[in-house]
Every structure is written in structure tokens, then in C-alpha cells.
């Protein structure tokens, strides 16, 4: 059988694309093919859980614009098909000179994107958060928390009732295109199609390479280290508690982010990673690391960001200096608060030159279409992002 399209991947974006594909061909035969035994179990389940407003990005551009979307599609999403969510908000709390000048700029941004946000002092901060010290706070109602697993399995359900075919616990091993036809072979089984997408997140290059196309870029992984305060302490904030972020560096700060089970957790930082998909502390894969070692383009990026690399490399290995980002806004914090949690690791794809994507990166063919990049929040505009990407794929001829 010679399906329409084959779907590699089975987090959010692979399975938002395939479910964007069906509705944009009703009646299509589209097969999905994931590696492991169930659905999100890399980025898509091992993030912060939040759905962002999209404050932070530059105004007019792609990833406002789909985050902006997202937020909304996302929660209308879940209320459709009964997914756990909450719009608690955001603080965004300064706790120095320079980060109020840039609350300013802020301001500036969420006015530009359209996104509903206030700026507070710091009376009006202690009021509503009292466990929180700051100079001053932009709050933005928009922003919640959800089970992204949760929406996962409810793309899947949709994918399926639209005719669609998951079959999950197949590991692509080759990929071969030749006259029209795309054959995806997951050693004792295969499927032919007419179109292939690949969204593989942290085995993307790798994908890509798998099918004979050229790349200029190597995914590198970086570990988002979390920390769980104990349950007692899990009334110690009513929103979402974020530090104002360096606009020369790519991660967004060490949070409080209230999770959709109750808990609050702290982090992330963000490390370099000696593993892809190994999620344990000193976790190492030698081909993973190898990968990176030998790639000239992540030398050139360390050589650029080597102090803040220093610090969050400290910060890893002692947990003193994790707890004293923490502390700089939430004073009581100690260091028994900060008790073990499920790191998460960033696909972060690495250019030949040293820098880091920080927009969408496509590789293609006659009839491939391989999202080798997709810029976070991903997760929050993964539903924008399927429709994009799978009208991208439809135009191809």
C-alpha cells in the first residue's frame, strides 16, 4: 500500500501537523510512525507543562505570531476534548535595576503582540505573591499550565478517528525516495507514501541524514535541570514566578512553575547534555556526545557564551549557586526545598558557524519534508505550527 503521507515522530508538532494534514485532506491515508512505545515521551513530556503568552518575542515576527495562536488554539483545544488546564498567570519579576529598564521593554513587546499584560511595584507584588521579593513585576493573565501528554493523546484520538494510522515502538532505520515514492523501513517493517514529514525532534539530523539530505547542522542537547519543592510548600506561590530574561542568551532563567498535579517545581537551568535521551543525572550516550564533540560549529558557540556555559555548569554540580538564582526572588527558599525531579533536554540545533537556531529550520527534498528545527515554545504553538507545516508540505508537487 502506497499511503499519502508518513508522519515521522509522535511528540506534540508531529502529531499537530498529522492532525492538521487530515483535516486538510479529509480522506487521505496517513500513517504515523514512533520509535518508542508511547506518544510525547522526549521534549514534548519532559518540559515545563506552561502555555506561553508570547510576550517575550520580537513583535511582527513568526514565533510571536504562533505562539499568540497556540496559546489560544491550545486552550480551546483542550476544553474540546477535556484536557486538565489552568490559566493561573505570570509574574515576571525584576530584582535589580537593569531588569526593570527591561520590564520597560517588556511592556513595550506585549503591547506590540497584542498580549494582555501589567506592570505592578513592589508592594502590589508582596500582596498578591507574598512569599516573592522583587523591584517590580509584569503579570500576564494569559499564561497557564496544562498536561501536554494529555493533548498528545488527545491528537492521537483525532488522528485516528480521522482515518489515520499510529504505530508506535517502530524505530526508522533507512529512508528511500525514488520514483514518487518515499519507503520508510523500521527493520522488519516498512511504509510507502507519496509525501514524508519528519518531525523527530532530537534525533532530527539524524533523520535527515538517514535520507541521503544534506544538512549544516548538528542537534546538541542541552539539559534542563528541575528540582520539586516538597508538598508542603506547594501553596508557596498562586501564578507562575519568572526572571526577567537576558535578551543575549537563549534560555529563559531558573522559574517557580506551578504544575497542573499541584506540585511546583524549580528550574530549569540549561546545560550541555552527554546524552540525547537519557534523562538520569550524568546521563551519557558515547555516539550522542561524539556527535558533538566533533562538530566545529558547537566550539564556536561555546567560545562565544563560555562565562554563562561556566555558571550553569556550576550551578549543576552545586547546588548552592542553584538555589541562589532561586533565592534572588523567593528569599525562603532552601536547599532541603529543593528536592529531585525529572530533568528535560532542549533539541537545540547548532549551525555550522557557531550559532543557535532561533527560528524554524526545514531540509527538503522532491518529497520530504524534515523539521529539523522548531523554535520553543513549540509545545504552546504546536497547533499553529501543524497547520504550517503541513501547508508546507502540501505545496510541494
Given at each position: 500500500?502506497?499511503?499519502?503521507?508518513?508522519?515521522?515522530?509522535?511528540?506534540?508538532?508531529?502529531?499537530?501537523?498529522?492532525?492538521?494534514?487530515?483535516?486538510?485532506?479529509?480522506?487521505?491515508?496517513?500513517?504515523?510512525?514512533?520509535?518508542?512505545?508511547?506518544?510525547?515521551?522526549?521534549?514534548?513530556?519532559?518540559?515545563?507543562?506552561?502555555i506561553h503568552s508570547g510576550?517575550?518575542?520580537?513583535?511582527?515576527?513568526?514565533?510571536?505570531?504562533?505562539?499568540?495562536?497556540?496559546?489560544?488554539?491550545?486552550?480551546?483545544?483542550?476544553?474540546?476534548?477535556?484536557?486538565?488546564?489552568?490559566?493561573?498567570?505570570?509574574?515576571?519579576?525584576?530584582?535589580?535595576?537593569?531588569?526593570?529598564?527591561?520590564?520597560?521593554?517588556?511592556?513595550?513587546?506585549?503591547?506590540?503582540?497584542?498580549?494582555?499584560?501589567?506592570?505592578?511595584?513592589?508592594?502590589?507584588?508582596?500582596?498578591?505573591?507574598?512569599?516573592?521579593?522583587?523591584?517590580?513585576?509584569?503579570?500576564?493573565?494569559?499564561?497557564?499550565?496544562?498536561?501536554?501528554?494529555?493533548?498528545?493523546?488527545?491528537?492521537?484520538?483525532?488522528?485516528?478517528?480521522?482515518?489515520?494510522?499510529?504505530?508506535?515502538?517502530?524505530?526508522?532505520?533507512?529512508?528511500?525516495?525514488?520514483?514518487?515514492?518515499?519507503?520508510?523501513?523500521?527493520?522488519?517493517?516498512?511504509?510507502?507514501?507519496?509525501?514524508?514529514?519528519?518531525?523527530?525532534?532530537?534525533?532530527?539530523?539524524?533523520?535527515?541524514?538517514?535520507?541521503?539530505?544534506?544538512?549544516?547542522?548538528?542537534?546538541?542537547?542541552?539539559?534542563?535541570?528541575?528540582?520539586?519543592?516538597?508538598?508542603?510548600?506547594?501553596?508557596?506561590v498562586s501564578s507562575l514566578?519568572?526572571?526577567?530574561?537576558?535578551?543575549?542568551?537563549?534560555?529563559?532563567?531558573?522559574?517557580?512553575?506551578?504544575?497542573?498535579?499541584?506540585?511546583?517545581?524549580?528550574?530549569?537551568?540549561?546545560?550541555?547534555?552527554?546524552?540525547?535521551?537519557?534523562?538520569?543525572r550524568f546521563g551519557f550516550?558515547?555516539?550522542?556526545?561524539?556527535?558533538?564533540?566533533?562538530?566545529?560549529?558547537?566550539?564556536?558557540?561555546?567560545?562565544?557564551?563560555?562565562?554563562?556555559?561556566?555558571?550553569?555548569?556550576?550551578?549543576?554540580?552545586?547546588?548552592?549557586?542553584?538555589?541562589?538564582?532561586?533565592?534572588?526572588?523567593?528569599?525562603?527558599?532552601?536547599?532541603?526545598?529543593?528536592?529531585?525531579?525529572?530533568?528535560?533536554?532542549?533539541?537545540?540545533?547548532?549551525?555550522?558557524?557557531?550559532?543557535?537556531?532561533?527560528?524554524?529550520?526545514?531540509?527538503?527534498?522532491?518529497?520530504?519534508?524534515?523539521?529539523?528545527?522548531?523554535?520553543?515554545?513549540?509545545?504552546?504553538?504546536?497547533?499553529?505550527?501543524?497547520?504550517?507545516?503541513?501547508?508546507?508540505?502540501?505545496?510541494?508537487?
Amino acid at each position: 500500500m502506497i499511503h499519502d503521507f508518513c508522519v515521522i515522530g509522535g511528540g506534540i508538532v508531529g502529531l499537530a501537523s498529522a492532525m492538521k494534514l487530515l483535516e486538510m485532506r479529509p480522506g487521505a491515508s496517513l500513517v504515523l510512525v514512533e520509535k518508542e512505545d508511547g506518544l510525547g515521551r522526549h521534549q514534548t513530556g519532559h518540559n515545563s507543562g506552561v502555555i506561553h503568552s508570547g510576550i517575550y518575542y520580537q513583535p511582527g515576527s513568526l514565533k510571536a505570531d504562533l505562539c499568540r495562536r497556540g496559546a489560544a488554539a491550545t486552550v480551546d483545544f483542550a476544553r474540546e476534548h477535556g484536557v486538565r488546564f489552568e490559566l493561573c498567570g505570570k509574574h515576571i519579576v525584576a530584582t535589580s535595576d537593569l531588569e526593570l529598564t527591561r520590564l520597560d521593554a517588556l511592556m513595550e513587546r506585549a503591547a506590540r503582540n497584542g498580549i494582555a499584560a501589567e506592570r505592578i511595584d513592589a508592594a502590589e507584588l508582596v500582596k498578591r505573591e507574598p512569599a516573592i521579593t522583587g523591584l517590580g513585576a509584569i503579570f500576564t493573565p494569559s499564561t497557564g499550565i496544562i498536561d501536554y501528554r494529555g493533548i498528545c493523546e488527545a491528537m492521537a484520538d483525532a488522528i485516528r478517528k480521522a482515518g489515520g494510522e499510529i504505530v508506535t515502538g517502530a524505530e526508522v532505520v533507512s529512508i528511500s525516495e525514488a520514483a514518487g515514492v518515499v519507503t520508510v523501513s523500521a527493520r522488519e517493517r516498512s511504509w510507502s507514501a507519496q509525501r514524508l514529514l519528519a518531525c523527530a525532534g532530537l534525533q532530527s539530523d539524524r533523520i535527515a541524514r538517514l535520507a541521503g539530505l544534506p544538512i549544516n547542522h548538528r542537534i546538541v542537547p542541552f539539559r534542563g535541570e528541575y528540582f520539586q519543592l516538597p508538598s508542603g510548600r506547594n501553596d508557596i506561590v498562586s501564578s507562575l514566578i519568572y526572571p526577567v530574561p537576558d535578551p543575549d542568551l537563549p534560555f529563559l532563567g531558573i522559574h517557580l512553575t506551578r504544575m497542573i498535579d499541584g506540585s511546583v517545581t524549580v528550574g530549569p537551568n540549561a546545560v550541555l547534555g552527554f546524552a540525547r535521551e537519557k534523562y538520569q543525572r550524568f546521563g551519557f550516550d558515547p555516539r550522542d556526545t561524539t556527535d558533538w564533540v566533533a562538530f566545529p560549529g558547537l566550539w564556536r558557540t561555546l567560545a562565544r557564551h563560555w562565562r554563562s556555559a561556566a555558571v550553569e555548569m556550576r550551578n549543576s554540580l552545586w547546588h548552592g549557586g542553584y538555589l541562589a538564582e532561586c533565592r534572588k526572588y523567593c528569599p525562603s527558599l532552601t536547599i532541603a526545598d529543593l528536592q529531585p525531579y525529572p530533568a528535560g533536554i532542549r533539541a537545540q540545533a547548532v549551525m555550522a558557524d557557531g550559532a543557535l537556531a532561533h527560528d524554524f529550520l526545514f531540509v527538503e527534498s522532491d518529497r520530504q519534508l524534515h523539521v529539523c528545527n522548531a523554535p520553543s515554545p513549540a509545545a504552546t504553538s504546536a497547533i499553529p505550527i501543524g497547520e504550517m507545516v503541513a501547508e508546507k508540505l502540501l505545496k510541494r508537487p
